[in-house]
Structure formats: structure tokens, C-alpha cells
Nanobody, 125 residues
Framework: QVQLVESGGDSVQSGGSLRLSCAAS????????MAWFRQAPGKKREGVAV???????FYADSVKGRFTISQDNAENTLYLQMASLKPEDTAMYYC???????????????????WGRGTQVTVSS
């Protein structure tokens, strides 16, 4: 498994932007599918964005056009650029990874083996 540490969460006003980072360490010579999830209090964990092993991007409908997932392979870091933030984006955001090759299937949190501890994003109106 790979170890993941998220950072970049903050409190912002509605309409603002944030960039989350996920630093990965471990057997990075292997290829991974990577994803961002979020979980608000009292709600299920939901997939936000997925980057498949072949570099394709997939997004939840709720964030399409506002969020962008990217990866810096040299730094072993996954990013989530978030723009036009809304109060409903408020949640704990988690980074996840798995060696399986998956696209939209990786929106199912049960399929990903490695998880970070999360970083809090709060958007006020």
C-alpha cells in the first residue's frame, strides 16, 4: 500500500478557490489509480474526482467544470484544484489510491485500498 497525506484545506467564502494536495510515499514505482473523496457530517463518503492509471480524469456531476484533478509525478503529489466553491462543498476531503486500473468505478470507496486522514474544507456563504 501507499501512504497518503492530504493538506491545503481551509475556510473560504463562497465563490473562492482552494488547492488540495496529497503527498504519496511508498512503492511509487507501481502505478496507481488515484481519487479524491469527500464526506460531510451525517452523509456518505462520495467520490469527487478520479485519475485513472492511464491518466484519464473523471468527475462527479456536482463538481464538473469547477474542480480539476492533476498529478505531479516527479513530486509524487496529487492535487485537487477547486474553484467557484459553494457551501455544499463543505466536507472533509480524502485522497485515496489503489493499484487496480479503474475509471468511474473508483468512485466506489470500497474499491480503494489506501487512504489519507483527510483535510477539512469549509465554505461559508
Amino acid at each position: 500500500q501507499v501512504q497518503l497525506v492530504e493538506s491545503g484545506g481551509d475556510s473560504v467564502q463562497s465563490g473562492g478557490s482552494l488547492r488540495l494536495s496529497c503527498a504519496a510515499s511508498g512503492p511509487m514505482s507501481l502505478r496507481f489509480s488515484m481519487a479524491w473523496f469527500r464526506q460531510a457530517p451525517g452523509k456518505k463518503r462520495e467520490g469527487v474526482a478520479v485519475m485513472s492509471r492511464d491518466g484519464r480524469h473523471f468527475y462527479a456531476d456536482s463538481v464538473k467544470g469547477r474542480f480539476t484533478i492533476s498529478q505531479d509525478n516527479a513530486e509524487n503529489t496529487l492535487y485537487l484544484q477547486m474553484a467557484s466553491l459553494k457551501p455544499e462543498d463543505t466536507a472533509m476531503y480524502y485522497c485515496a489510491a489503489d493499484q487496480r486500473a479503474c475509471g468511474t468505478a473508483c468512485f466506489n470507496p470500497a474499491l480503494l485500498a489506501s487512504w489519507g486522514r483527510g483535510t477539512q474544507v469549509t465554505v461559508s456563504s
